[in-house]
């Protein structure tokens, strides 16, 4: 419903008096009807006078056949009002006035020009207003014949000001702010705005938007037919303290005060995550096999941006790009053979992924094992012996249990291998060895720290012949030669 401006408050003349909306139809006033905004005001006969109350109490008269637009942004601030007040106040009459006076083409029918509450719909030299001295800056004590007297534009009630004026809006816009965003433009976002967009509401259409951030001018722009703004500015941050204004057509400015939200970005591109190494470690100073961290890297094209890493969707670490994209995360405890995810996130909210799959399992602990070989036995198990080492069997123990035993003979080539025990001790079962041969017992632990120890073999051992031999027998010759009881060498 449009805005209701005035009532007609007395109309005299024997001529109809119309009123015409923005869509062309017309209606046929009389005393008491209102009057809207968009509306224009027609009188037909040059007998005719109407007397028009505006909402704020003041009073209006036509003369004449005239038109009037009621246009309620309108101000006598105008400088062809100023023009024309002037002419008036010199005593001049309105029909013979210039148009930058009377306001519209001479002799014809203009744009007209505002005049408070109305503009003219008619060049100046046909347009009859009247109006009292407060409308026209104070008359003192000029005195204007009235209209019936044919002084045209004269004022209404005539003699000096005092009396009903013309109409001053002086009402300022109601602006109200939606959005304060700064915006980060660049392909692949920085994190700098570099503009700021506001938006907003005020009850002036097509009106002029100055936007300003401690005291200066960064964006202008203007409402459109509903009211409503959109303002590009020059660059601003979160947290910026920006104030709208919004001037109507009697030049009233009204005010919206906010703060700048979040950066808005226009980058929509993910980085790229790639070269993702898994690593499972155990940080034991005696490692014991089982990984008390991760240790995952790689690299993006994100530099000093979050980085995310997730395993079976669970967060299991988090870290940052350094200033060539690289990173290193250290996560919870990952085994080998497990897949890993992991998330960089750029300025803009983009977010981009990598896989990885963790490999062996790296220790921290650099201290070798001890070892102590205690024996290093040939054996010969044949029965009857023959005296040659069938196997040997080298004993000792280590600090490291269940651990992995490498047994080399004096040329350092592998003769057997077993595992220490529970309690770090060992007998193996290898290959021949002589007596006096240097046997080394190495043992490995799980970090891959190797110790050794060596010892001479011992005597060969028969474990399997148990049997003596037989006595021996002694067969003399018969002592013939000389056969003196005694056996010489020739008898033997």
């Given amino acids: 419903m449009a805005k209701k401006l005035g009532t007609i408050k007395s109309i005299s003349g024997s001529a109809e008096v119309i009123a015409v909306d923005k869509s062309g139809n017309q209606r046929v006033l009389k005393v008491g009807d209102?009057?809207?905004?968009?509306?224009?005001?027609?009188?037909?006969?040059?007998?005719?006078?109407?007397?028009?109350?505006?909402?704020?109490?003041?009073?209006?008269?036509?003369?004449?056949?005239?038109?009037?637009?009621?246009?309620?942004?309108?101000?006598?601030?105008?400088?062809?009002?100023?023009?024309?007040?002037?002419?008036?106040?010199?005593?001049?009459?309105?029909?013979?006035?210039?148009?930058?006076?009377?306001?519209?083409n001479s002799g014809g029918r203009g744009d007209g020009m505002s005049l408070g509450e109305t503009r003219f719909e008619h060049g100046g030299h046909y347009s009859n207003i009247s109006a009292s001295t407060s409308a026209i800056n104070s008359l003192g004590g000029f005195g204007f014949a009235s209209p019936e007297t044919g002084v045209r534009g004269g004022l209404d009630n005539g003699g000096t000001g005092g009396g009903t004026g013309f109409?001053?809006?002086?009402?300022?816009?109601?602006?109200?702010?939606?959005?304060?965003?700064?915006?980060?433009?660049?392909?692949?976002?920085?994190?700098?705005?570099?503009?700021?967009?506001?938006?907003?509401?005020?009850?002036?259409p097509n009106a002029p938007v100055v936007v300003t951030k401690d005291g200066k001018t960064i964006g202008t722009g203007t409402t459109d037919d509903k009211g409503n703004f959109e303002v590009t500015t020059d660059p601003i941050k979160p947290g910026d303290k920006v104030t709208v204004e919004v001037t109507d057509k009697a030049g009233n400015t009204g005010k919206g005060d906010g703060t700048a939200?979040?950066?808005?970005?226009?980058?929509?591109?993910?980085?790229?995550?790639?070269?993702?190494?898994?690593?499972?470690?155990?940080?034991?100073?005696?490692?014991?096999?089982?990984?008390?961290?991760?240790?995952?890297?790689?690299?993006?094209?994100?530099?000093?941006?979050?980085?995310?890493?997730?395993?079976?969707?669970?967060?299991?670490?988090?870290?940052?790009?350094?200033?060539?994209?690289?990173?290193?995360?250290?996560?919870?405890?990952?085994?080998?053979?497990?897949?890993?995810?992991?998330?960089?996130?750029?300025?803009?909210?983009?977010t981009g992924k990598g896989d990885g799959t963790a490999g062996n399992t790296v220790y921290t602990d650099t201290t070798p094992?001890?070892?102590?070989?205690?024996?290093?036995?040939?054996?010969?198990?044949?029965?009857?012996?023959?005296?040659?080492?069938?196997?040997?069997?080298?004993?000792?123990?280590?600090?490291?249990?269940?651990?992995?035993?490498?047994?080399?003979?004096?040329?350092?080539?592998?003769?057997?291998?077993?595992?220490?025990?529970?309690?770090?001790?060992?007998?193996?079962?290898?290959?021949?060895?002589?007596?006096?041969?240097?046997?080394?017992?190495?043992?490995?632990?799980?970090?891959?720290?190797?110790g050794s120890d060596t010892e001479n073999a011992s005597n060969l051992t028969h474990p399997n012949d148990h049997t003596a031999p037989s006595e021996p027998t002694i067969t003399f010759v018969e002592d013939i030669n000389p056969k003196d009881g005694k056996l010489n060498k020739a008898e033997n």
């Fill in 34 to 104: 209102s009057l809207y905004e968009g509306e224009s005001v027609k009188t037909t006969s040059a007998d005719s006078k109407v007397v028009i109350a505006t909402n704020n109490g003041k009073e209006l008269s036509m003369i004449g056949e005239d038109t009037l637009s009621l246009d309620p942004k309108a101000t006598a601030g105008d400088s062809q009002v100023a023009a024309l007040q002037k002419a008036l106040l010199n005593g001049a009459n309105l029909g013979d006035l210039e148009e930058t006076a009377a306001g519209g």
């Fill in 167 to 204: 109409y001053i809006d002086t009402t300022a816009p109601v602006v109200t702010i939606n959005s304060i965003n700064p915006v980060d433009t660049n392909e692949k976002a920085d994190g700098n705005p570099d503009k700021g967009i506001v938006k907003g509401h005020s009850d002036e």
């Fill in 261 to 350: 939200g979040n950066t808005v970005y226009t980058d929509t591109t993910p980085p790229t995550v790639e070269d993702v190494k898994v690593t499972p470690v155990d940080t034991n100073e005696k490692a014991d096999g089982n990984p008390d961290k991760g240790i995952v890297k790689g690299h993006s094209d994100e530099p000093n941006a979050p980085v995310v890493v997730t395993k079976d969707g669970k967060t299991i670490g988090t870290g940052t790009t350094d200033d060539k994209g690289n990173f290193e995360v250290t996560t919870d405890p990952i085994k080998p053979g497990d897949k890993v995810t992991v998330e960089v996130t750029d300025k803009a909210g983009n």
């Fill in 369 to 450: 094992p001890t070892v102590d070989v205690e024996t290093a036995t040939p054996v010969d198990v044949n029965n009857p012996a023959d005296g040659k080492a069938d196997k040997g069997i080298v004993t000792g123990k280590s600090d490291e249990p269940n651990a992995l035993v490498v047994i080399t003979d004096k040329d350092g080539n592998e003769i057997g291998r077993g595992t220490t025990d529970g309690n770090g001790g060992f007998t193996i079962e290898t290959k021949p060895f002589n007596p006096g041969d240097p046997i080394t017992a190495t043992v490995t632990d799980k970090a891959g720290n190797k």
